[in-house]
């Protein structure tokens, strides 16, 4: 998973995104702020829609899409939130029902 913002400039990572830790590093507070899309892939084609993602926040409880795509050769989902993300703890729920 890896998170990018419409307002990043410049080379990497702001191209391909900012890839999201595994473990318990992922508790950890992102470097960059104004992150407003998330991207996942996956290890195989999936059928997916923009509802099987939830972003749920301490501050904001919950975070409104406002774009998804799928792209089935790079087996990768994109999300765009409706405005960027904030100073908040998340948490991220994928459906059960993604296969």
């Known amino acids: 998973m890896r998170v990018s913002g419409a307002s990043w400039s ?11 830790p595994t473990g318990a590093a992922q508790l950890a ?7 407003n899309k998330i991207f996942i892939s996956f290890s195989e084609d999936v059928s997916i829609q923009q509802s099987d993602l939830s972003l ?11 774009d998804f795509s799928y792209d089935s050769a790079s087996r ?7 405005a960027p993300i904030s100073r908040d703890k998340l948490r991220l729920r994928l459906a059960d029902g993604v296969r």
């Open 56 to 66: 749920e926040g301490v501050n904001v409880p919950s975070y409104a899409f406002s």
């Open 29 to 35: 507070p992102l470097p960059w702020f104004n992150a």
């Open 10 to 20: 410049g080379g990497f990572p702001y191209i391909a995104g900012y890839g999201v």
């Open 76 to 82: 990768t989902a994109a999300w765009t939130l409706t």
